[in-house]
């Protein structure tokens, strides 16, 4: 399956969203990306990127067929089932984040056992041309030259096999193991560097390598098969037709991917949309909670990044740092705006909202359950003296003892009824004074590493 630049995707059912798997953040991050590159189309830079590759592409591949002997001239049919072939099983899209990978291994490998190796290049970039027969038309120049930019990767193999080999050798063998490996890994060496071009030459903020893999993977595992094919195609190449029902299966797979992403991100979406407006829920009932909880989302995220925590736990971290006060909605406004210190009764009233708010959202379940969780802890002690389950040290989850942190300075920088905010400098000192009894000592030195390193929106500035 090599890689190409996507052109739709379809939607996903209210089915296929029960059953939705989470995606992880960088990977939802890179889909969403692809598909709004897609949707606002090549800008001025690419198209002129893509012109360009095309361009090298066809003088290339013009320059391979007029400087090597063709050994073998098949009927016009036979060219035209193996490039329409091409065509349609370049359709079959297994969406990965940066483009699809896509099961032409199955007719590219036969290719170059029956056709001229030197025709084998144009043949499949005809295919990908050809690919939507009823949107000829439509075909636009830039979108032209993206798929003659996805043909590069058959020109490596061809030349390999054109070099290597003699016209005695273009029957298939296993004793050529070597050769066809030398030709796999070309097709893979072309194919990286031109998405290098495309993708890192244009400051592209992910490393084409990490997003290809896939791709070759796929590539690598089905390139056996078409070996196999091409061992029959090699003396009947109407026999490379026996490849429609693999990818007919392919193509249903493929279909349920899409549809099941498409669920993954409309639920990653709900669940931060939900996440927002129980934000947006606890600052209608108490500014002050809802602004809170707004700078402790700030902080709690430098610091994340202190830490070196990765995309998921940076994401749930922004969710509990949001919503570590939710449960504040269920108790009573007269205890929560209170202008002086609470009584013992009163406090007891306020320290439930925690596991009120874990409570509200279990109920939400999914990612929110478990942020929830998180929840619950985050007015845990490093100590153990903390509520509501007394844990203590590492016993307490890393975003909680985040949050607890990121709340505290919070709290104490800005002004309340009863009294007078802190400094930036004055709230630091106070952290580290309660390090290693009320809060993790590694996370105040990351905290204060942060406040240090930049200024407060106040004049309260370190």
């Known amino acids: 399956m090599t890689s190409v630049t996507p052109e739709a995707s379809p939607a996903g059912s209210e089915d296929a969203l029960r059953r939705a798997p989470e995606l992880h953040p960088e990977v939802e991050r890179l889909i969403v990306e692809t598909r709004e590159r897609v949707r606002r189309g090549?800008?001025?830079?690419?198209?002129?990127?893509?012109?360009?590759?095309?361009?090298?592409?066809l003088a290339a591949s013009c320059a391979f067929l007029a400087t090597t002997d063709t050994d073998r001239h098949p009927g016009l049919a036979t060219v035209a089932l193996y490039t329409a072939l091409y065509g349609l099983l370049s359709r079959i899209g297994f969406e990965i984040g940066v483009g699809y990978a896509i099961p032409v291994q199955l007719v590219l490998v036969p290719m170059l056992f029956v056709l001229p190796l030197p025709w084998v290049p144009l043949c499949v970039a005809a295919g990908y041309l050809a690919r939507d027969p009823m949107g000829l038309r439509k075909l636009t120049l830039p979108r032209a030259a993206l798929r003659l930019v996805s043909s590069w990767h058959a020109l490596a193999p061809a030349l390999v096999l054109a070099l290597a080999a003699?016209?005695?050798?273009?029957?298939?063998?296993?004793?050529?193991w070597p050769i066809y490996l030398a030709a796999l890994g070309a097709q893979f060496a072309l194919d990286y560097a031109v998405t290098w071009v495309r993708e890192?030459?244009?400051?592209?903020?992910?490393?084409?390598?990490?997003?290809?893999?896939?791709?070759?993977?796929?590539?690598?595992?089905?390139?056996?098969?078409?070996?196999?094919?091409?061992?029959?195609a090699a003396r009947h190449p109407a026999l490379v037709l026996v490849v429609?029902?693999?990818?007919?299966?392919l193509a249903l797979l493929a279909r349920e991917r899409e549809q099941r992403i498409d669920a993954a991100l409309e639920l990653g979406h709900a669940y931060r949309g939900t996440a927002f407006l129980l934000g947006d829920v606890v600052e209608a009932d108490d500014a002050y909670t809802g602004?809170?909880?707004?700078?402790?989302?700030?902080?709690?995220?430098?610091?994340?990044?202190?830490?070196?925590?990765?995309?998921?736990?940076?994401?749930?971290?922004?969710?509990?740092a949001l919503l570590h006060d939710v449960g504040k909605?269920?108790?009573?406004?007269?205890?929560?705006?209170?202008?002086?210190?609470?009584?013992?009764?009163?406090?007891?009233?306020?320290?439930?909202?925690?596991?009120?708010?874990?409570?509200?959202?279990?109920?939400?379940?999914?990612?929110?359950?478990?942020?929830?969780?998180?929840?619950?802890?985050?007015?845990?002690?490093?100590?153990?003296?903390?509520?509501?389950?007394?844990?203590a040290g590492a016993s307490i989850p890393?975003?909680?003892?985040?949050?607890?942190?990121?709340?505290?300075?919070?709290?104490?920088?800005?002004?309340?009824?009863?009294?007078?905010?802190?400094?930036?400098a004055e709230a630091v000192a106070e952290l580290r004074r309660c390090a290693g009894t009320h809060f993790d000592p590694s996370v105040v030195e990351a905290l204060a590493v942060v406040v240090e390193g930049q200024p407060r929106a106040d004049s309260r500035s370190v």
Not at 398 to 424: H, K, Q
């Open 200 to 232: 890192e030459g244009l400051g592209a903020r992910h490393a084409p390598l990490r997003t290809e893999g896939f791709s070759y993977a796929v590539d690598a595992g089905l390139a056996p098969i078409g070996l196999v094919v091409a061992f029959a």
């Open 42 to 57: 090549l800008p001025p830079r690419d198209r002129i990127v893509s012109f360009v590759l095309a361009a090298g592409f």
């Open 329 to 391: 909605i269920r108790i009573p406004s007269a205890i929560i705006n209170k202008a002086g210190p609470l009584d013992p009764d009163e406090r007891a009233v306020v320290e439930t909202h925690t596991i009120e708010g874990e409570a509200m959202l279990t109920k939400v379940g999914g990612l929110l359950g478990e942020v929830g969780r998180i929840v619950r802890s985050c007015h845990e002690r490093w100590d153990g003296q903390g509520y509501p389950d007394g844990l």
């Open 291 to 320: 602004e809170h909880s707004r700078d402790v989302v700030s902080l709690t995220l430098d610091v994340a990044d202190r830490l070196g925590l990765d995309a998921r736990e940076r994401r749930n971290a922004e969710f509990v």
């Open 244 to 249: 429609l029902p693999l990818a007919g299966l």
């Open 398 to 424: 890393l975003i909680a003892r985040i949050v607890c942190c990121t709340d505290a300075f919070s709290a104490m920088t800005t002004d309340r009824p009863y009294r007078r905010a802190r400094s930036g």
């Open 166 to 176: 003699g016209p005695a050798d273009r029957v298939p063998r296993w004793s050529a």
